[in-house]
Structure formats: C-alpha cells, structure tokens
C-alpha cells in the first residue's frame, strides 16, 4: 500500500532564516505531488503541484519555492522566511484523485 | 472556476444525535466531489467521494453524503455522533490542473463539537 512521510512535523524558524520540508512517498510510481498551506481560519491553499521530476507549477506567487528532484520526493524551500510563511503545510499525493494528505508540518516563525 | 461554500464554520451536536455538515459547490465541468477529516495538528483523512456513480455516498466512520445536482449540494451526515467525530471537516470540488494533475478547491472548513 502506499504512504506518505512528511518531516519534520513541528518547526520553529527566525525571520529570515532558510526553510527546507521534505516529503517522500512510498508505494506508488510517478505520483502528482502538491504542497498546501493551511492558516488558521482560511482554509487549504495549493501552493505548487508537480506532475513529474523538474516539473513545478506555482499557483501563488511568495516567498517559497518547491523542487522535485526524484520520483517520489518533494520539497518545500525558502531562502528567507517571513512571520507570514507560519502555517501547517501538507504534502499530499495522488494518481488519478483522490489527494493523500501526509500528517503535515507545524512552522512558526518567530 | 470550482468554489466550495460549507455553511457553518463551528457545529455543535449532542452525542448520540444527528450530524449535518452543509456543502454547497460550484463547477463549470461536471464535479468530483469529496469530504474529509482532520483531527488536531494531523493530515486530511478522506472519508469519502463522489465521482458520478451512485448519488448517496458511503464513507468510513458511519458517514454519507448525498450528491443533489438541482441544489449543487454535497451534505455529509451521520445518524447518530459519537465523541470521536469531533474533528474539522473539510468539503472540497476537484478542480483539474495542468499536465493531468488533481487539484481540489476545499472550503474553509467545519468544527464538528459533540457535546457530552
């Protein structure tokens, strides 16, 4: 079957520090991947998604930027964190829906 | 575009009564649509998802939703709550990316509170 990993799961960074969350899948080939943001009160926001290795696709222009330098690895990067980049950020995966969503990671910048 | 409206930002049930999370959708194309959960400081758990088969959908944890076209409605019920239903719910529309990819555009959520 397949899962999903997600690190770490909390993360408190300075402003202005650089940022790197890691997600993996296990159990699947040639997975979407995507990365959302979740804000308190303001729902789910897809950050970037990817349909292949190198293929990144941006949805909201900001401070982070996403890379997927193996099949099944996704990753989350700032050279710079703002105190608005704080949030609880989702990887998930899918093949032909629905999402899997990994447990997610707790960053709050201080 | 897709958008998703859940009425309601907080629900509060008594344990043993009926659950009703409102949904109500958006879709130039015909929608995929789906429910899930999300317990504190964890991932979105699928309870269940409607793809243009039957109409009233089963999910896990004793949940269904019925898919009314004529009212773009998508509610989630269970007969009766238990203590263990308490969570955010999050109802979400598929909104096709590019290159095949799944987006889904997810309402703000509900807080499903059970009282004792």
């Known amino acids: 079957s397949q899962t999903i990993h997600q690190w770490p799961a909390t993360l408190v960074q300075p402003v202005g520090s650089p940022l790197s969350l890691e997600c993996t899948v296990e159990?699947?080939?040639?997975?979407?991947l995507y990365w959302y943001r979740q804000a308190a009160g303001r729902g789910l926001q897809l950050l970037f998604y990817s349909v292949g290795i190198g293929q990144i696709s941006s949805e909201v222009p900001q401070n982070l930027s996403a890379s997927r330098p193996q099949d099944r690895q996704f990753i989350l990067s700032s050279k710079k964190l703002l105190l608005s980049d704080s949030g609880f950020y989702l990887c998930?995966?899918?093949?032909?829906?629905?999402?899997?969503f990994g447990n997610g990671t707790r960053l709050t910048v201080t | 575009a897709q958008s998703v409206t859940q009425l309601g930002s907080h629900v509060s049930v008594s344990e043993g009564a009926l659950v009703l999370l409102r949904c109500n959708y958006s879709?130039?194309?015909?929608?995929?649509l789906f429910w899930y959960v999300q317990y504190p400081n964890q991932g979105l758990q699928l309870l269940l998802k409607y793809t243009s088969a039957a109409t009233l959908v089963k999910g896990i944890n004793g949940f269904e939703a019925e898919f009314k076209k004529s009212e773009t409605s998508f509610h989630l019920t269970k007969p009766s709550a238990h203590m263990s239903d308490a969570a955010e719910y999050f109802c979400a529309v598929s909104a096709p990316l590019g290159g095949g990819a799944d987006g889904l555009t997810f309402g703000k959520g509900t807080h499903l509170i059970i009282q004792p």
């Open positions: 879709s130039s194309v015909p929608p995929y």
């Open positions: 159990g699947t080939s040639n997975p979407n």
């Open positions: 998930a995966w899918s093949l032909n829906s629905p999402l899997h």
